[in-house]
C-alpha cells in the first residue's frame, strides 16, 4: 500500500511539472542563454534530472543540443546519459550537476553512436569519468567520428573548441546492471530501432525510462538509411512496450509517458508502413510515395523537414517486401 501511496504522489508531481512545462517549439532559438544548454535541467522525479534539447535541428544558436542530456543523482555518485554534442556543452552541463550536488560524476551512458551523444565525451574523459556504449554504437562512432566532428563544427564554429573524437572506454551487448547509491539502473539494448547500439537507461524502482532514440516526443523521427521502421516496431512491441513505464524521458521532446511517445513512435511508423503499402499495392511509384498523407502528424515539429523523406525510405524497404 505505501508503495502505492508513494507512486501516486511522484505521478501526481510529474503530471504537474509535464503540464507547466512550455510546449516544445522549434521556433525558440535558446530558452537558457547564460549557458551554452538549449534548457536548464529540471528534475522529473526525485534525483534524476534532464536537460530537455531543442525540437530542432543542431544548429549554432543551440550549440547542438537538440537531444535530451540527463543524469541521475544516485547518492553514491552521479550517473550522465549522452555525453552531448560539443566539449563545451558537455562542459555546461557538469557546471549545472555541480550546482544541484557534491557528488562527482561516476560514468557516462552514451545513447547511441551520433555526434550528439558522444561528441560530448571528449570532455568527459579529460576528467577522467568512464564512457559506457552500447558495442554496436560504439562501432558507429568509430567509422563516422571524424565525420560528424565535422559536421559539428561547420554549423558550432567558436562552440566547436575543444571537442576531439574520442571512444567509449566500456562497451556492452545487451544489458549492463549498475547499482549505485539508491539506485539500480539498468542499461539496454532492447533491439534494433533508431538507429545502430540504441540504448534505454531503466529505473524499474521508480518505473522511468531514459529511453534514448527509441522514443520521440513534440517531433517527427528521422528514419536514417540504415533505420528499418518494421524492425523498430517490433523491438518497440517486443520490449520497449514491456517495460510499461510510468514516466518516459524521450531522446528527444519533452519527458511525458508511454501513451504520449507510442503515438509519435510507433503509432506513426505503423501509419507510415500502412499508407506506403496501399500506395504501392495501387501501383504508385517512388516519386508519387513523397506526398502521401501525413497530415494527421504535421503538428510535430521538424514536419517540414523530415515527412517527404521519411516516406520514400519506406517505400524503398516495402518496395520488395
Not at 234 to 243: H, K, Q, S
Request: one cysteine or more; charged letters at 20%; a negative charge.
Amino acid at each position: 500500500m505505501l508503495r502505492f501511496e508513494i507512486q501516486q504522489i511522484l505521478l501526481a508531481i510529474a503530471t504537474f511539472l509535464f503540464c507547466n512545462m512550455a510546449s516544445a517549439s522549434e521556433d525558440i532559438a535558446d530558452k537558457y542563454p547564460e549557458s551554452m544548454l538549449y534548457n536548464k535541467p529540471v528534475e522529473v522525479i526525485p534525483n534524476v534530472w534532464s536537460a530537455i534539447g531543442a525540437t530542432a535541428p543542431p544548429d549554432y544558436d543551440n550549440t547542438g543540443h537538440n537531444n535530451n542530456l540527463s543524469f541521475i543523482v544516485t547518492g553514491d555518485g552521479v550517473v550522465v546519459i549522452n555525453g552531448g554534442a560539443a566539449y563545451k556543452l558537455a562542459k555546461a552541463l557538469h557546471n549545472e550537476i555541480v550546482k544541484i550536488t557534491n557528488q562527482p560524476v561516476k560514468l557516462v551512458i552514451n545513447e547511441n553512436g551520433q555526434g550528439h551523444a558522444m561528441l560530448g565525451n571528449s570532455y568527459w574523459a579529460e576528467q577522467g569519468v568512464p564512457i559506457l556504449a552500447h558495442i554496436d554504437a560504439a562501432n558507429e562512432f568509430k567509422d563516422r567520428g571524424y565525420m560528424l566532428l565535422e559536421n559539428m563544427r561547420r554549423y558550432n564554429l567558436e562552440k566547436a573548441e575543444g571537442t576531439f573524437v574520442t571512444a567509449p572506454t566500456e562497451t556492452f551487448e545487451q544489458r549492463r546492471v549498475i547499482n549505485m547509491g539508491k539506485f539500480r539502473i539498468e542499461v539496454l539494448h532492447l533491439g534494433p530501432a533508431h538507429g545502430p547500439g540504441d540504448t534505454q537507461v531503466w529505473l524499474p524502482d521508480e518505473e522511468l525510462v531514459i529511453a534514448g532514440d527509441i522514443a520521440f516526443h513534440e517531433r517527427m523521427l528521422p528514419l536514417f538509411e540504415d533505420t528499418i521502421a518494421k524492425d523498430w516496431i517490433e523491438t518497440w512491441d517486443a520490449g520497449f512496450e514491456a517495460l510499461d513505464a510510468t514516466y518516459v524521458i524521450p531522446g528527444h521532446g519533452h519527458p511525458t509517458n508511454m501513451d504520449q511517445v507510442r503515438r509519435y513512435t510507433r503509432d506513426y511508423l505503423v501509419y507510415l508502413r500502412a499508407q506506403i503499402g496501399e500506395h504501392i499495392d495501387n501501383g504508385g511509384d517512388l516519386a508519387e510515395a513523397y506526398y502521401i498523407d501525413q497530415t494527421a502528424f504535421e503538428g510535430l515539429d521538424t514536419y517540414e523537414e523530415l515527412a517527404t523523406k521519411n516516406a520514400g525510405r519506406v517505400y524503398e524497404q516495402m518496395e520488395w517486401e
